[in-house]
């Protein structure tokens, strides 16, 4: 499979999960925060669900302290990484997001909290996750939206043209708001919802940012990567780069995460529906209390 249609190297991500987790604890504070996030739609969405799998599950978090919590009776924890799936609450799966081994319509619910980003295909595995479904069964996920590390995809370019006279792709691609929603369409889900949560994390350096991203599991893993290490003077000259540009008065550099939320429901015929054109009872113009003003063009003949 080419690069083009493989991004990712997913054997490199399911290595690096493997080594983030056994100190995964120390660096979990952004899967935590899109958990507690994910628990509070759950909240309002005032339904009870029986059967759910944390996709992408880490080391559990999402299930334990926030779905089981929630009175889910059976919640199956899934992820690419036997190392992150073995400190997870049973039933456990390691499994790869692109080939989900779940019989179809057999789930109330599909939750994942920053995992779906490192995917290949992400359309296949919409469709998949929602094909998992039961009618009006819920996906909820969160993943690293477009702004995110936008600093630090700056200052590399910068350094490497600067030092090696060319640059390589070291910060992943992610998709917007925008892409997300068209996203969930193509995967059948009805009602779609994304929108975007940011978050801005200071560190003294560059080198202690890219310390965290390591204990995330979430250092470069695009198949186009250079294979050898930034030389040293490039990185040294990244981190002042990095001062230069992206330092608050205290000296301490800002990092952004761009955590995008989507929400989409398996189609079921109890959901609400857009109306037909020309079935509204009110017209705008009188919803908004104000005059029509007509464009000249005259409204096609309704059919008898």
């Known amino acids: 499979m080419t690069s083009a249609a493989a991004p990712f190297d997913r054997n490199l991500i399911a290595r690096r999960r493997s080594r983030a987790a056994r100190g995964f604890e120390q660096a979990d504070f952004l899967v935590r925060r899109a958990a507690e996030e994910i628990g509070g739609r759950l909240h309002t969405t005032n339904r009870s669900f029986k059967r759910a799998l944390d996709l992408g599950c880490h080391t559990g978090l999402l299930a334990r302290d926030i779905l089981s919590p929630c009175g889910i009776p059976s919640v199956i924890s899934a992820d690419l990484s036997p190392d992150m799936v073995a400190k997870a609450p049973a039933p456990r799966l390691v ?30 595995a919409l469709l998949q996750i929602r094909q998992a479904l039961k009618p009006d069964g819920l996906f909820i ?11 630090l995809r700056d200052v590399l370019m910068l350094a490497e043209t600067e030092c090696d006279g060319g640059v390589s792709p070291r910060v992943s691609p992610f998709a917007d708001v925008r892409d997300l929603g068209g996203l969930l369409q193509r995967g059948g889900f009805a009602l779609p919802v994304v929108d975007a949560d940011q978050i801005v994390v200071r560190y003294d350096t560059l080198f202690n940012l890219m310390s965290d991203l390591r204990a995330m599991g979430e250092t470069n893993a695009i198949a186009d990567r250079r294979r050898v290490p930034l030389k040293r003077i490039t990185l040294m000259r990244a981190a002042e780069i990095y001062q230069e540009k992206y330092a608050d008065p205290d000296g301490r550099i800002r990092a952004t995460f761009e955590i995008l939320y989507a929400t989409g429901w398996a189609p079921h015929e109890s959901q609400q529906k857009p109306l037909r054109p020309g079935t509204a009872a009110m017209r705008l113009a009188d919803a908004l209390k104000t005059e029509e003003i007509s464009t000249g063009e005259k409204a096609p003949p309704r059919p008898k």
Not at 141 to 151: D, P, Q, R
């Open 95 to 124: 499994a790869n997001e692109e080939f989900l081994p779940i019989k179809a319509a057999s789930l109330d619910l599909v939750a994942s909290a920053l995992s779906l980003h490192w995917v290949n295909d992400l359309p296949g």
């Open 141 to 151: 996920g969160a993943l690293f939206g477009g702004e995110t590390l936008h600093e």
